[in-house]
C-alpha cells in the first residue's frame, strides 16, 4: 500500500495543474493564495497516480470512516493534507505538488495515536503495532524515490497523528456500560482515562502552535531548506540509478491567444512562439525540448 505526493510534473500538466489549484509556494507567499494548501489535494498528475491514492484511500479510509464516522475522518483527513501542503510549501519552495498522500498519510499518523491513546481495547497490542509500523516505514521510504513529495508524506503524516489523540479518541467500556445500564443506577466511571485527556490537551496545544508557526513562517517567504544543508534527502536521496534533479524537458508555460511563452527550468532560457494551434501539446513539448536542449 503506497501513496505518493507528486512534484515537478513535467511542462504538458504543469501549468493546466497550476490553473487548477496546484500547490507553488511563490502562489501563495507572493500572490497571496493560500487556497492553494488545500486545493492541491484533490489534484493528481495522472491516472497511475490517482488510481494509486484511491486504492489507498479504500484499505484505509473506509476502515477508519465505519468507526469513527464520516465528520471526525472527514476533518482529519483534509487538516492532515493541510499539514502535508504547508511543510511541502516549506521546504520545496522551488517545485509545485499535487496528491492526496498527505491526508493519506494522515490517516496512517492517526492509525497509530489511536492505537496508543486507545492501547487497552486491543488483544494482540504489540502485534498490531509493529504491522502499523511496518506499513508506515515502507510507505515514507517511498517517498526517497525522485519527484516524489515526501515532505508532504511527512507532514500529513505528524499532522494526523496528533490528530489522532484528539479525535479519535475512545470511551471507557465501563463508562459505556453504566450509560446503558437501567435506569436509577448512578454512573460512576469516568468518560476518558486520565492519560488519555492528557495526550488530547498536549496534541491540541502542539495542533495549534505548529499550524500557526507554519503558517506565518510561509507567508513571511521563509524557504526552510536554506536553512536545512540535508533535508533535502527526506524526499529523494540521489543514486546510480536516478537523478534528483529536475528533468531537462521541463518548462513552465503561459499561453495569451496563439502566442506561446516558455522558461525552462533546467537553464532558465525563455522564448516566445506562435502557434497556429495553441492546444497541439506534442508541438509544446518539442518547443520545450528545443529551448531546454
Not at 42 to 65: D, F, K, P, Q
Not at 224 to 253: D, F, G, I, Q, R
Request: hydrophobic fraction near 45%.
Amino acid at each position: 500500500m503506497t501513496a505518493s505526493r507528486m512534484v515537478q510534473v513535467l511542462f504538458l500538466g504543469h501549468d493546466q495543474l497550476l490553473r487548477m489549484g496546484a500547490l507553488e509556494t511563490s502562489k501563495v507567499t507572493k500572490d497571496h493564495e493560500g487556497w492553494r494548501l488545500i486545493t492541491c489535494i484533490w489534484l493528481h498528475a495522472g491516472v497511475v497516480h490517482i488510481l494509486a491514492n484511491m486504492l489507498s484511500l479504500l484499505l484505509i479510509g473506509i476502515r477508519l470512516e465505519k468507526e469513527f464516522g464520516f465528520m471526525r475522518i472527514g476533518a482529519l483527513y483534509v487538516l492532515s493534507g493541510v499539514g502535508g501542503s504547508l511543510m511541502s510549501a516549506l521546504f520545496m519552495a522551488s517545485n509545485i505538488s499535487v496528491g492526496a498522500s498527505g491526508a493519506l498519510f494522515g490517516l496512517l499518523g492517526s492509525m497509530l495515536s489511536e492505537l496508543i491513546t486507545n492501547w487497552t481495547i486491543y488483544e494482540n497490542k504489540f502485534a498490531a503495532l509493529l504491522t502499523l509500523v511496518m506499513i508506515i516505514v515502507i510507505n515514507l521510504a517511498v517517498g526517497i524515490l525522485p519527484h516524489v513529495d515526501n515532505f508532504a508524506h511527512l507532514g500529513g503524516f505528524v499532522s494526523g497523528f496528533f490528530l489522532g489523540f484528539v479525535l479519535l479518541m475512545r470511551p471507557q467500556f465501563g463508562y459505556i456500560n453504566q450509560k446503558n445500564s437501567p435506569l436509577g443506577m448512578s454512573i460512576t466511571k469516568q468518560k476518558f482515562k486520565t492519560y488519555q485527556i492528557i495526550l488530547w490537551v498536549i496534541a491540541t496545544v502542539i495542533l495549534i502552535s505548529g499550524f500557526t508557526v507554519g503558517l506565518v513562517l510561509l507567508l513571511q517567504g521563509y524557504n526552510a531548506s536554506e536553512h536545512c544543508s540535508w533535508c533535502h534527502y527526506l524526499s529523494c536521496v540521489p543514486t546510480s540509478k536516478w537523478s534528483c534533479n529536475a528533468p531537462s524537458n521541463y518548462c513552465m508555460s503561459s499561453q495569451l491567444g496563439n502566442q506561446l511563452n516558455l522558461i525552462c527550468q533546467s537553464t532558465g532560457k525563455t522564448a516566445t512562439y506562435v502557434l497556429t494551434d495553441p492546444s497541439n501539446s506534442e508541438a509544446i513539448k518539442n518547443l520545450c525540448v528545443g529551448l531546454c536542449g
